[in-house]
């Protein structure tokens, strides 16, 4: 039902003007441009977190991790690496890790710690070692010496060979018979004339001189089966004499230089070992040095710059580093992990395609983020964590353990089916940094039981801070770092006063300054382009209010859009009459990081019925379950203020009036309080004004979150259809100090084309909404006729008279019907 309401709304109640949008003023900073100013130390607002960090840092008990916690742009980044850098310069410089060849097991490479800066020199000994023996050994081998000496024993194996032979010769030679060398090998003959018999002479012979012959050279066949049975074993000692010959040569050279590498790497134990095996290992495998100087270089360059150490078959002798710290090196590592994946953090084992077959060695492993931070810092992304398959519980597993194991994520899934390798675990001293926000670490402490366990320290980044005199001369300060940091024009105290108004706006508290600084720290930098296009040396308050417009422009599409719906009647908004059980509530939607406000039409209906108020947002699963607690509340206030004594006799509906999307929060529980208590008493509410605030079950109007947007919102609707002054916005009471309005909105306030009301009940608000008084219970315990609550109190009990005279006829009915007899 459309009507007028008894009177313009009571302005009373407007909130004064210098609380609408209370500015900074330029004057009270206390400088004429921030090129005078020096940038701020440490880190404004935020001593609890920075105390947590430092704790953190320092501390040498195991399990004093650290998460960061806090939203994105307070700086959380910035203030762990400055203080972790801080933290770092006082740490000892970690030692160097390298993995070596296991020349027992080649699957299981040996890991080495070696003092810092020394394992570049190793490698790089170890490389000239390799390339002095492969020119060392070949010559060795080509000398006169080794010549001389290998003749020797070639010759004295000759005679071990021949000389049984020879013997053999003559004992059958006196029996007249003849060894011949064929290429089939040996054979007897019988000799005749001293030739050897033909075939058909032997044939020809008598039978007994046939079977003499065969007799002898079956016994001299037996003979020779003995002395050929011996031949294995002569070549087997000659292959041991010309190894040891080897062994003996190679092992001057081989010897010589591992003294001068022992020389300059001792005090290690481990690495003794493993230098030792290396010179028993070439010693036994100077061959493999003869084999690569037998290869010609097919390169561009002379053989005398060959670099035998690339040589696949020297890897055997490299050394594969994983961690090296510079000589100069004056702090500990401090590391921070991009794509912290289990590759990534662990490390990985790389393979190479030989002839289609996937392979690896040693010289493969790689290293990961935590062998790299590994006696520092590693700051990781808790969310990228999280994300990356085995990756959170690699990085607990290592934590708890002490120790890096590399493990591929085809193992992990058992898809792997190549050859790897299984690397001595690494010792692990190493403190981690999490990164994330509030919502991550709650779930983390709820549904991770070791998590707490690990991560024993949080650090809570503050989102704002109070909006004091010193704290605003604090963030011009540091506005005045960021600009100097990044070699931006100085701003006038002008620009600065209105960036302190902006982080107001954005901490959504005039009482407050905001601490998401990222924010700010883009608007400078967009105000500097605007005043280069300017040509102006220093960035003015025109271009600072111009980048914020600006940046609320290219978010503001959807914004526009819907404005211009509402302006089109495509989404009935009325903002002129007044109308009985409809009101304009105020809602907040969020377009990324840009957030505006919009109206939307709240009808209630109410008929007798046997007490149930149905949220049709609810019953179509809009709504949730704050919008539904909301509504709840608003029912049981009408059923605990009005009509106590009879029962309740309503049923009634609310709804969102073109609303297609979901519903929450309780912010419209007072909108719809108050729409349902005009449905009731029948008496109408001004459409000029709309409503934001929560209600509890004792009519209090309670805070709600973005006000400005939603005054601004429903501004711009009354703007563009008209400003009458006759229009406004009802808010609690408790929201005043929140508010930081566009100027354009104060002026219009300024001027009485459109009011801010504070609201702190229900009965104040609904007069201010429909002119008529609320009214109050009197001695009597009656509300006055005339007023909106006597008017709900009678619709309340008309409801309950009508249902039960309702009742009374539908018994008498019952009782005349035949049926019931």
């Known amino acids: 039902m459309t009507g007028k309401a008894s009177k313009q709304f009571d302005t009373s109640g407007s909130v004064p003007f210098e609380h609408l949008r209370r500015e900074c003023d330029p004057k009270m900073l206390g400088f004429d441009t921030t090129a005078s100013l020096k940038p701020a130390r440490g880190f404004t607002g935020q001593d609890r977190a920075i105390e947590a960090i430092k704790l953190s840092a320092g501390i040498d008990h195991k399990d004093f991790n650290l998460y960061v916690l806090g939203r994105t742009g307070t700086g959380r980044h910035r203030a762990v690496v400055k203080l972790l850098s801080d933290a770092a310069a006082a740490r000892p410089i970690p030692c160097d890790w390298i993995y070596v060849n296991n020349f027992d097991a080649a699957h299981k490479p040996h890991a080495i710690k070696l003092a810092p800066g020394t394992a570049a020199n190793l490698k790089t000994a170890m490389q000239h070692l390799v390339e002095d023996l492969a020119n060392e050994i070949p010559a060795l081998f080509d000398s006169e010496e080794y010549q001389t000496q290998r003749r020797a024993i070639d010759e004295e194996a000759g005679q071990e060979h021949e000389e049984p032979i020879a013997d053999f010769a003559e004992r059958a030679h006196s029996q007249d018979i003849a060894l011949l060398r064929t290429p089939m090998g040996f054979m007897l003959s019988a000799v005749v004339d001293g030739k050897p018999i033909k075939p058909e002479v032997y044939e020809a012979l008598p039978p007994k001189e046939r079977a003499e012959i065969d007799s002898k050279i079956k016994d001299l066949q037996e003979q ?80 005398v710059i060959r670099k035998f150490h690339q040589d696949a078959h020297f890897d055997r002798y490299a050394i594969n580093i994983m961690v090296s710290h510079e000589a100069g090196l004056s702090s500990a590592p401090i590391v921070t992990e991009e794509l912290p994946s289990l590759a990534h953090l662990t490390g990985r084992i790389e ?48 934590l708890q353990g002490q120790s890096i194991s590399i493990t591929s994520l085809a193992e992990r899934l058992s898809m792997s089916s190549t050859v790897t390798l299984e690397p001595d675990p690494i010792p692990l001293d190493v403190r981690i940094i999490l990164i994330g926000d509030r919502r991550l670490h709650m779930l983390l402490q709820r549904l991770d039981p070791e998590f707490g366990k690990l991560f024993k320290l949080q650090a809570d980044f503050e989102d704002d801070l109070p909006r004091t005199a010193k704290n605003t001369r604090a963030l011009a300060r540091i506005m005045a770092g960021y600009a100097a940091e990044e070699n931006l024009r100085p701003m006038t105290a002008a620009a600065v006063a209105a960036l302190v108004d902006h982080a107001v706006r954005l901490a959504g508290d005039s009482t407050k300054l905001t601490l998401g600084l990222g924010a700010l720290r883009d608007v400078i930098r967009e105000a500097d382009f605007y005043a280069a296009g300017q040509k102006h040396d220093l960035i003015s308050e025109n271009e600072v209010e111009n980048a914020i417009l600006q940046s609320a422009r290219r978010g503001s599409r959807i914004k526009e859009r819907m404005q211009e719906a509402v302006t089109r009647k495509t989404i009935l908004i009325d903002i002129k009459n007044a109308v009985v059980g409809q009101i304009n509530g105020l809602a907040v939607v969020g377009v990324g990081e840009h957030y505006f406000g919009r109206p939307s039409r709240i009808t209630a209906s109410v008929r007798m019925g046997a007490g149930k108020l149905i949220d049709i947002e609810r019953e179509v699963e809009l709504g949730g379950p704050l919008h539904s607690k ?44 108050y729409a349902m208590l005009s449905a009731l008493s029948g008496v109408p509410i001004l459409q000029g004004l709309a409503v934001t605030g929560s209600v509890n079950q004792n009519g209090e109007v309670q805070a709600i979150g973005g006000v400005n947007e939603k005054i601004e919102g429903f501004f711009d609707t009354c703007k563009a259809q008209g400003l009458t002054g006759e229009q406004g916005v009802l808010i609690p009471a ?43 219970r009197g001695n009597g315990g009656h509300f006055p006729a005339n007023s909106i609550n006597g008017k709900v109190e009678a619709q309340l009990r008309a409801f309950a008279e009508t249902r039960r005279s309702f009742g009374v006829q539908n018994g008498k009915a019952n009782d005349k019907d035949p049926s019931n007899e």
């Not at 190479?352 to 290293?367: A, D, H, Q």
């Open 224 to 303: 020779l089966a003995e002395i050929l049975k011996q031949g294995p074993q002569l070549e087997k000692e000659h292959r041991q004499r010309v190894e040891a010959l080897h062994a003996a040569m190679a092992e001057r050279v081989v010897s010589a230089r591992i003294k001068e590498v022992e020389a300059e790497f001792s005090g290690v134990a481990a690495l003794e070992n493993y230098l030792d095996r290396v010179r028993m290992d070439m010693i036994s495998n100077a061959d493999l040095f003869l084999v690569s100087a037998q290869k010609t270089n097919g390169g561009p360059f002379p053989e």
């Open 351 to 398: 393979h190479v395609s030989e002839m289609g077959i996937l392979s690896t060695n040693f010289t493969l492993v790689k290293p990961g983020a935590l062998h790299r931070a590994n006696g520092g810092y590693l700051v990781l992304d808790a969310s990228r964590v999280l994300t990356e398959p085995y990756a959170w519980d690699t990085l607990k597993r290592c």
């Open 630 to 673: 909301g509504v709840l509340i608003l029912s049981s206030y009408i059923a605990s203020h009005f009509a106590l004594d009879v029962p309740m006799s309503l049923h009634a509906s609310l709804v969102f009036e073109q609303s297609y999307g979901g519903i929450d929060g309780d912010s419209a529980s007072s909108a719809e309080l």
């Open 734 to 776: 408790s929201n005043v100090d929140h508010l930081m309005l566009r100027r354009d909105v104060v002026a219009a306030a300024k001027a009485g084309d459109f009011r801010i009301v504070a609201i702190k009940s229900i009965d104040q608000g609904i007069e201010v909404l429909t002119g008529v008084p609320a009214g109050r």
